[in-house]
């Protein structure tokens, strides 16, 4: 397995903690905020991305779907509107996060369709070409071997099965560029400072969002572990992109 520079980021430089421990104790801390400030960080224009990500899966019509790093669930309720599969199945590190996604799938009455679980997606607990999809919504940032938890995600995916992540990444545009930088440098850690009392997660945000292996460099890593017919679509002037791949 290879090593990436992305893998060594972690929220709390300072702490002893495997960098799996340290994110779920991030996400459980920023929990009670996260969807807010999703919204509030990206001016409500995260909830398209989402939506043009899980459009990359619907040729297929997937039956049984794991969304990984499922957090509060947003993709995971967004894939069964759009999409109304028989079964969609979150995993997730952070109890904080799932906690707060059971209580909106409760809300909405989707408890039936849709099952969270505290997992890792290192060590995802199903049997080999069990999901037809794959949905990963900026979660693959936070893996600690991302190769190990892309392996995984093909592991359980049948043939003919398709992944899509939907990741941040470094937009090129001279001028949007400099301003992008300046808002993950500066703008987003002390509005997350404001609302959450923990500037760390945001700061971890932009670390990790810098050191991120995107572009060709994460399709390759993709066919690396065996995915195939791989691409990538990018979204508002490359702040995110869409990868994709089938096994």
């Given at each position: 397995m290879g090593k990436f520079a992305h893998d060594e980021i972690v929220p709390f430089k300072e702490s002893e903690l495997a960098k799996k421990d340290q994110v779920a104790n991030m996400f459980d801390n920023i929990a009670?905020?996260?969807?807010?400030?999703?919204r509030l960080l990206s001016a409500g224009i995260d909830v398209s991305w989402r939506k043009?990500?899980?459009?990359?899966?619907?040729?297929?019509?997937?039956?049984?779907?794991?969304?990984?790093?499922?957090?509060?669930?947003?993709?995971?309720?967004?894939?069964?509107d759009m999409l109304h599969p028989k079964k969609i199945i979150g995993i997730d590190i952070s109890d904080g996060m799932l906690d707060f996604g059971r209580k909106k799938l409760i809300q909405k009455k989707l408890d039936q369709f849709i099952q969270l679980q505290n997992?890792?997606?290192?060590?995802?607990?199903?049997?080999?070409?069990?999901?037809?999809?794959?949905?990963v919504a900026f979660g693959v940032r936070n893996f600690q071997h991302l190769e190990k938890g892309l392996g995984e995600m093909y592991r359980v995916?049948?043939?003919g099965g398709?992944?899509?992540v939907l990741e941040f990444s470094k937009p090129t545009a001279i001028g949007f560029k400099q301003f992008y930088q300046l808002y993950m440098n500066y703008i987003t850690p002390s509005i997350g400072k404001i609302f959450s009392s923990n500037k760390n997660a945001y700061q971890y945000l932009n670390d990790s969002v810098q050191a991120f292996p995107e572009g060709e460099s994460f399709l390759t890593i993709m066919n690396g572990v065996g995915f195939t017919?791989?691409?990538?679509?990018?979204?508002?002037?490359?702040?995110?992109?869409?990868?994709c791949g089938s096994k």
């Open positions: 009670f905020r996260y969807d807010f400030l999703n043009k990500a899980i459009r990359e899966i619907k040729s297929i019509q997937p039956s049984i779907i794991l969304d990984v790093a499922t957090g509060t669930a947003d993709v995971a309720m967004l894939t069964y997992s890792d997606s290192e060590n995802i607990p199903f049997t080999n070409d069990y999901f037809d999809a794959i949905t995916l049948k043939p398709k992944m899509v017919q791989t691409y990538l679509k990018k979204l508002s002037f490359g702040i995110c992109t869409i990868y």
